[in-house]
Protein backbone atom coordinates (compact mmCIF):
# COMPACT_ATOMS: atom_id res chain seq x y z
CA UNK A 1 0.00 0.00 0.00
CA UNK A 2 1.49 3.27 -0.99
CA UNK A 3 1.19 6.65 0.52
CA UNK A 4 3.79 9.70 -0.70
CA UNK A 5 2.03 11.77 2.02
CA UNK A 6 4.94 10.41 4.27
CA UNK A 7 7.09 12.31 4.69
CA UNK A 8 10.57 9.87 5.22
CA UNK A 9 13.89 11.43 6.22
CA UNK A 10 16.96 9.83 5.11
CA UNK A 11 20.35 10.39 6.41
CA UNK A 12 23.42 10.26 3.92
CA UNK A 13 25.73 8.88 6.20
CA UNK A 14 29.22 8.99 5.29
CA UNK A 15 30.09 11.05 2.39
CA UNK A 16 32.73 9.01 1.15
CA UNK A 17 31.15 5.74 1.72
CA UNK A 18 28.21 4.34 -0.19
CA UNK A 19 25.52 6.19 1.19
CA UNK A 20 24.48 8.57 -1.75
CA UNK A 21 25.14 5.85 -3.80
CA UNK A 22 22.26 3.50 -2.56
CA UNK A 23 19.53 6.36 -2.08
CA UNK A 24 20.28 7.38 -5.69
CA UNK A 25 19.90 3.85 -6.83
CA UNK A 26 16.75 3.25 -4.81
CA UNK A 27 15.11 6.43 -6.15
CA UNK A 28 15.97 5.93 -9.39
CA UNK A 29 12.71 3.72 -9.91
CA UNK A 30 9.96 6.12 -10.02
CA UNK A 31 7.93 3.73 -7.93
CA UNK A 32 9.66 4.14 -5.04
CA UNK A 33 8.50 7.79 -4.98
CA UNK A 34 5.29 6.95 -4.59
CA UNK A 35 5.65 5.07 -1.40
CA UNK A 36 7.13 8.25 0.41
CA UNK A 37 8.23 11.45 -0.04
CA UNK A 38 12.27 11.48 0.44
CA UNK A 39 13.72 14.06 2.94
CA UNK A 40 17.31 13.50 2.16
CA UNK A 41 19.50 15.25 5.02
CA UNK A 42 23.00 15.73 3.61
CA UNK A 43 25.00 17.92 0.89
CA UNK A 44 24.06 18.97 -2.48
CA UNK A 45 27.33 18.96 -3.65
CA UNK A 46 27.94 14.90 -2.83
CA UNK A 47 24.21 14.38 -4.38
CA UNK A 48 25.16 15.88 -7.62
CA UNK A 49 28.84 14.06 -7.34
CA UNK A 50 27.71 10.60 -7.22
CA UNK A 51 25.08 11.48 -9.95
CA UNK A 52 27.48 11.38 -11.93
CA UNK A 53 28.77 7.78 -10.89
CA UNK A 54 26.90 5.29 -14.14
CA UNK A 55 24.07 3.61 -13.04
CA UNK A 56 21.56 1.12 -15.34
CA UNK A 57 18.52 3.27 -14.44
CA UNK A 58 17.75 7.17 -14.41
CA UNK A 59 18.19 9.04 -11.34
CA UNK A 60 15.77 10.73 -9.63
CA UNK A 61 15.15 14.53 -9.69
CA UNK A 62 16.85 16.38 -7.08
CA UNK A 63 15.29 19.41 -5.46
CA UNK A 64 17.26 21.47 -2.49
CA UNK A 65 14.64 22.68 0.47
CA UNK A 66 15.27 24.57 3.63
CA UNK A 67 12.72 22.13 5.51
CA UNK A 68 10.72 19.34 5.23
CA UNK A 69 7.79 21.69 4.76
CA UNK A 70 9.07 22.26 1.51
CA UNK A 71 9.26 19.31 0.06
CA UNK A 72 7.76 18.26 -3.16
CA UNK A 73 6.69 15.23 -3.60
CA UNK A 74 7.78 13.02 -6.82
CA UNK A 75 11.30 14.49 -5.88
CA UNK A 76 14.17 13.13 -4.09
CA UNK A 77 14.64 16.46 -1.40
CA UNK A 78 17.62 17.61 -0.26
CA UNK A 79 18.22 19.89 3.26
CA UNK A 80 21.28 20.89 3.02
CA UNK A 81 23.04 20.19 6.53
CA UNK A 82 26.97 20.82 5.88
CA UNK A 83 29.46 23.02 4.36
CA UNK A 84 29.08 23.12 0.44
CA UNK A 85 32.39 22.85 -0.66
CA UNK A 86 33.02 19.74 1.22
CA UNK A 87 35.73 17.75 -0.55
CA UNK A 88 34.37 13.68 -1.68
CA UNK A 89 36.76 11.35 -1.80
CA UNK A 90 35.41 7.68 -2.15
CA UNK A 91 36.61 4.98 -0.01
CA UNK A 92 38.58 7.26 1.94
CA UNK A 93 37.55 7.87 5.75
CA UNK A 94 37.85 11.29 6.48
CA UNK A 95 36.98 13.89 9.76
CA UNK A 96 35.24 16.04 7.19
CA UNK A 97 33.38 13.43 6.19
CA UNK A 98 32.77 12.36 9.44
CA UNK A 99 31.53 15.38 10.62
CA UNK A 100 29.43 15.83 8.14
CA UNK A 101 27.34 12.76 8.80
CA UNK A 102 26.86 13.62 12.26
CA UNK A 103 25.79 17.49 10.76
CA UNK A 104 23.32 15.57 8.68
CA UNK A 105 22.00 12.73 11.79
CA UNK A 106 21.46 15.72 13.96
CA UNK A 107 19.08 18.02 12.04
CA UNK A 108 17.46 15.19 10.80
CA UNK A 109 16.44 13.80 14.38
CA UNK A 110 15.45 17.45 15.68
CA UNK A 111 12.78 17.60 12.74
CA UNK A 112 11.86 13.55 13.94
CA UNK A 113 11.28 14.65 17.23
CA UNK A 114 9.46 18.44 15.85
CA UNK A 115 7.01 15.88 13.64
CA UNK A 116 8.27 17.33 10.36
CA UNK A 117 8.88 13.98 9.06
CA UNK A 118 7.41 10.86 9.86
CA UNK A 119 10.19 8.37 10.41
CA UNK A 120 14.24 8.20 9.56
CA UNK A 121 16.43 5.79 7.94
CA UNK A 122 20.22 6.28 8.51
CA UNK A 123 22.74 5.51 5.99
CA UNK A 124 25.31 3.88 7.03
CA UNK A 125 28.64 6.35 9.35
CA UNK A 126 32.14 5.61 10.27
CA UNK A 127 31.96 5.67 13.58
CA UNK A 128 35.63 6.39 14.23
CA UNK A 129 35.46 9.44 11.89
CA UNK A 130 31.91 10.54 13.17
CA UNK A 131 33.24 10.57 17.06
CA UNK A 132 34.15 13.44 19.14
CA UNK A 133 33.98 15.33 21.84
CA UNK A 134 30.29 16.43 20.70
CA UNK A 135 29.84 13.19 19.57
CA UNK A 136 30.35 10.46 22.52
CA UNK A 137 28.27 7.96 20.89
CA UNK A 138 29.37 4.15 19.63
CA UNK A 139 26.40 4.14 17.26
CA UNK A 140 23.33 5.21 15.73
CA UNK A 141 21.29 3.65 18.20
CA UNK A 142 23.32 4.78 21.37
CA UNK A 143 22.33 8.79 20.46
CA UNK A 144 19.17 7.81 19.62
CA UNK A 145 18.79 6.66 22.89
CA UNK A 146 20.21 9.99 24.46
CA UNK A 147 18.21 11.95 22.13
CA UNK A 148 14.30 10.24 21.78
CA UNK A 149 12.50 9.30 24.26
CA UNK A 150 11.73 4.90 25.19
CA UNK A 151 14.11 2.47 25.28
CA UNK A 152 15.77 1.26 22.49
CA UNK A 153 15.80 -2.41 21.03
CA UNK A 154 18.39 -3.31 18.51
CA UNK A 155 15.97 -5.60 16.21
CA UNK A 156 17.19 -6.82 12.60
CA UNK A 157 14.37 -7.33 10.05
CA UNK A 158 13.30 -9.25 6.71
CA UNK A 159 10.32 -11.15 5.41
CA UNK A 160 12.32 -14.17 6.59
CA UNK A 161 13.81 -13.65 9.91
CA UNK A 162 13.69 -11.33 12.80
CA UNK A 163 16.25 -10.75 15.21
CA UNK A 164 16.36 -9.01 18.72
CA UNK A 165 19.34 -8.35 20.90
CA UNK A 166 20.03 -8.25 24.95
CA UNK A 167 23.30 -6.67 24.60
CA UNK A 168 24.39 -4.70 21.54
CA UNK A 169 27.53 -2.79 21.42
CA UNK A 170 29.70 -4.64 23.77
CA UNK A 171 33.53 -6.58 23.74
CA UNK A 172 32.38 -9.89 23.55
CA UNK A 173 34.72 -10.17 26.81
CA UNK A 174 31.65 -8.28 28.54
CA UNK A 175 28.66 -9.99 27.46
CA UNK A 176 28.51 -12.35 30.23
CA UNK A 177 28.21 -9.48 33.14
CA UNK A 178 25.79 -7.24 31.20
CA UNK A 179 23.20 -9.89 31.05
CA UNK A 180 20.89 -10.97 34.13
CA UNK A 181 17.30 -11.69 33.99
CA UNK A 182 15.65 -8.60 34.50
CA UNK A 183 17.49 -7.32 31.11
CA UNK A 184 16.28 -10.47 29.43
CA UNK A 185 12.41 -9.99 30.52
CA UNK A 186 12.17 -6.47 29.60
CA UNK A 187 13.83 -6.81 25.99
CA UNK A 188 11.19 -9.84 26.11
CA UNK A 189 8.15 -7.51 26.70
CA UNK A 190 9.91 -4.84 24.10
CA UNK A 191 10.04 -7.29 21.48
CA UNK A 192 6.34 -9.21 22.36
CA UNK A 193 5.38 -5.12 22.31
CA UNK A 194 7.30 -4.02 19.24
CA UNK A 195 5.93 -7.00 16.75
CA UNK A 196 2.46 -6.57 17.69
CA UNK A 197 2.34 -2.71 17.02
CA UNK A 198 4.95 -2.20 14.43
CA UNK A 199 4.29 -5.31 12.57
CA UNK A 200 0.46 -6.57 13.43
CA UNK A 201 1.99 -10.00 14.51
CA UNK A 202 -1.32 -10.96 17.15
CA UNK A 203 1.01 -12.95 19.66
CA UNK A 204 3.78 -13.35 19.34
CA UNK A 205 6.28 -16.78 19.62
CA UNK A 206 9.53 -15.29 20.66
CA UNK A 207 12.58 -17.83 20.82
CA UNK A 208 15.62 -16.81 23.10
CA UNK A 209 18.83 -17.81 22.21
CA UNK A 210 21.16 -19.55 25.48
CA UNK A 211 25.03 -17.73 25.56
CA UNK A 212 26.97 -20.61 26.11
CA UNK A 213 27.87 -23.35 23.47
CA UNK A 214 24.78 -26.29 23.82
CA UNK A 215 22.87 -23.94 25.86
CA UNK A 216 26.01 -24.83 28.59
CA UNK A 217 25.77 -28.72 28.62
CA UNK A 218 24.06 -28.93 31.76
CA UNK A 219 26.42 -26.61 33.19
CA UNK A 220 29.82 -28.23 31.89
CA UNK A 221 30.58 -24.96 29.75
CA UNK A 222 28.59 -22.15 31.56
CA UNK A 223 25.77 -21.61 34.31
CA UNK A 224 24.04 -18.71 33.15
CA UNK A 225 21.43 -20.84 31.03
CA UNK A 226 20.01 -22.11 34.41
CA UNK A 227 21.40 -19.26 36.44
CA UNK A 228 19.87 -16.09 34.06
CA UNK A 229 17.99 -17.16 31.11
CA UNK A 230 15.78 -20.00 31.70
CA UNK A 231 14.46 -18.37 34.70
CA UNK A 232 13.75 -15.14 32.96
CA UNK A 233 12.19 -16.44 30.19
CA UNK A 234 10.02 -18.77 32.48
CA UNK A 235 9.15 -14.69 34.29
CA UNK A 236 8.25 -13.71 30.77
CA UNK A 237 5.99 -16.42 30.54
CA UNK A 238 4.17 -16.10 33.59
CA UNK A 239 3.83 -12.15 32.49
CA UNK A 240 1.93 -12.91 29.46
CA UNK A 241 4.92 -13.54 26.96
CA UNK A 242 5.05 -16.55 24.37
CA UNK A 243 9.13 -17.06 25.32
CA UNK A 244 10.65 -20.41 24.26
CA UNK A 245 14.11 -21.86 25.01
CA UNK A 246 17.10 -21.25 25.49
CA UNK A 247 18.00 -22.64 22.47
CA UNK A 248 22.28 -23.89 21.40
CA UNK A 249 22.49 -20.87 18.48
CA UNK A 250 24.70 -23.25 15.97
CA UNK A 251 21.97 -26.06 16.05
CA UNK A 252 18.45 -23.70 16.29
CA UNK A 253 20.05 -21.21 12.49
CA UNK A 254 21.49 -24.97 10.81
CA UNK A 255 18.11 -26.06 11.24
CA UNK A 256 14.57 -24.62 10.17
CA UNK A 257 13.77 -23.93 14.03
CA UNK A 258 13.84 -20.77 13.45
CA UNK A 259 11.14 -20.57 11.15
CA UNK A 260 8.33 -21.73 14.24
CA UNK A 261 8.99 -18.25 15.55
CA UNK A 262 7.71 -14.75 15.20
CA UNK A 263 11.29 -13.27 16.44
CA UNK A 264 14.88 -14.64 17.96
CA UNK A 265 15.98 -12.74 20.90
CA UNK A 266 19.96 -13.52 20.99
CA UNK A 267 22.35 -12.61 23.89
CA UNK A 268 24.78 -10.68 21.96
CA UNK A 269 25.30 -8.60 18.70
CA UNK A 270 27.13 -11.32 16.61
CA UNK A 271 25.50 -14.19 17.85
CA UNK A 272 22.23 -12.57 15.98
CA UNK A 273 23.62 -10.51 13.46
CA UNK A 274 25.97 -13.37 11.70
CA UNK A 275 22.99 -15.50 10.91
CA UNK A 276 20.97 -12.98 10.02
CA UNK A 277 23.03 -11.36 6.87
CA UNK A 278 23.76 -14.78 5.92
CA UNK A 279 19.86 -15.37 5.90
CA UNK A 280 18.57 -12.20 5.14
CA UNK A 281 21.34 -9.61 2.87
CA UNK A 282 18.78 -7.08 2.28
CA UNK A 283 18.14 -7.02 6.02
CA UNK A 284 16.79 -4.12 7.90
CA UNK A 285 17.90 -2.59 11.43
CA UNK A 286 14.91 -1.43 13.22
CA UNK A 287 15.52 0.33 17.00
CA UNK A 288 12.27 -0.65 18.54
CA UNK A 289 11.34 0.77 21.63
CA UNK A 290 11.46 4.31 20.73
CA UNK A 291 9.16 7.05 20.36
CA UNK A 292 9.66 7.56 16.79
CA UNK A 293 10.64 5.13 13.72
CA UNK A 294 14.12 5.21 12.80
CA UNK A 295 15.38 2.03 10.39
CA UNK A 296 18.82 1.82 8.34
CA UNK A 297 20.28 -0.91 5.63
CA UNK A 298 22.28 -3.98 7.56
CA UNK A 299 25.17 -3.27 5.80
CA UNK A 300 28.68 -0.75 7.11
CA UNK A 301 30.05 2.25 4.75
CA UNK A 302 31.59 0.19 2.19
CA UNK A 303 34.78 1.90 1.48
CA UNK A 304 36.25 -1.03 -0.71
CA UNK A 305 33.41 -0.19 -3.31
CA UNK A 306 32.52 3.15 -2.90
CA UNK A 307 32.38 5.37 -6.31
CA UNK A 308 32.53 2.38 -7.73
CA UNK A 309 29.10 1.85 -9.26
CA UNK A 310 28.76 -1.82 -7.35
CA UNK A 311 26.92 -0.87 -4.13
CA UNK A 312 23.48 -2.90 -4.04
CA UNK A 313 20.60 -0.74 -2.89
CA UNK A 314 18.65 -3.51 -2.02
CA UNK A 315 19.06 -3.37 1.93
CA UNK A 316 18.65 0.39 1.55
CA UNK A 317 15.30 0.21 -0.06
CA UNK A 318 13.91 -2.28 2.52
CA UNK A 319 14.85 -0.03 5.35
CA UNK A 320 12.48 2.83 3.50
CA UNK A 321 9.78 -0.13 2.76
CA UNK A 322 9.74 -0.54 6.36
CA UNK A 323 10.38 2.46 8.00
CA UNK A 324 6.77 3.41 5.85
CA UNK A 325 5.38 0.27 7.11
CA UNK A 326 5.95 0.50 10.50
CA UNK A 327 4.34 4.01 10.74
CA UNK A 328 1.50 3.13 9.67
CA UNK A 329 1.15 -0.11 11.55
CA UNK A 330 1.82 1.94 14.37
CA UNK A 331 -1.42 5.00 13.38
CA UNK A 332 -3.50 1.39 12.65
CA UNK A 333 -2.21 0.31 15.97
CA UNK A 334 -2.81 3.43 17.92
CA UNK A 335 -6.48 3.39 16.49
CA UNK A 336 -7.11 -0.01 16.68
CA UNK A 337 -6.46 0.08 20.86
CA UNK A 338 -7.29 3.26 21.90
CA UNK A 339 -11.36 2.61 21.60
CA UNK A 340 -11.79 -0.91 22.02
CA UNK A 341 -15.47 -0.26 22.99
CA UNK A 342 -18.13 2.25 21.64
CA UNK A 343 -17.24 5.02 24.07
CA UNK A 344 -19.33 7.75 22.56
CA UNK A 345 -22.75 8.43 21.21
CA UNK A 346 -22.45 10.34 18.43
CA UNK A 347 -26.35 11.11 17.81
CA UNK A 348 -26.48 12.55 21.43
CA UNK A 349 -22.72 13.79 21.54
CA UNK A 350 -22.48 12.28 25.13
CA UNK A 351 -19.90 9.82 26.52
CA UNK A 352 -21.25 6.29 27.39
CA UNK A 353 -19.95 3.43 29.59
CA UNK A 354 -20.41 -0.28 29.08
CA UNK A 355 -23.42 -0.30 31.53
CA UNK A 356 -24.99 1.76 28.96
CA UNK A 357 -24.04 -1.04 25.99
CA UNK A 358 -27.40 -2.76 24.62
CA UNK A 359 -25.67 -6.50 25.47
CA UNK A 360 -27.60 -9.71 24.10
CA UNK A 361 -29.46 -11.19 27.29
CA UNK A 362 -28.53 -14.64 27.78
CA UNK A 363 -30.27 -17.99 26.62
CA UNK A 364 -32.72 -19.61 28.51
CA UNK A 365 -32.21 -23.82 28.80
Known sequence: MSDNRFKIGITQGDTNGI?????LKCFADQRMLEICTPVVYGNAAAAEFYRRIPAEQDLPP?????S??????????????????????????STAAG????????????????????????????KATAHSDTFN?????????????????????????RVGLVTIHLP???????????????????MRTSLKSDFGVVEPRIAVLALNPHSG????LGTEETR?????????????????????????????AWSHYDAVLAMYHDQGLAPFKVMAPEGVNFTAGLSHVRTSPDHGTGYDIAGKGKADPASMRAAIYTAADIVRNRRAWTEWTSNPLPRFERDKGRDISVKDLKLPEPAED
Open 172 to 190: VAEVAQNIDQDKIVKRLHQ
Open 137 to 161: YTGHTEFLADKLDGEPLMMMCSDRL
Open 99 to 126: KAAVDALLKAVQDLKSGRIDALVTAPID
Open 19 to 23: GWEVI
Open 68 to 93: PDDARRGRLNVVECSIPDIRIEPGHP
Open 228 to 256: IIKPAIERACNEGVLAFGPFAADGFFASD
Open 217 to 220: DSGL
Open 62 to 66: ISTCQ
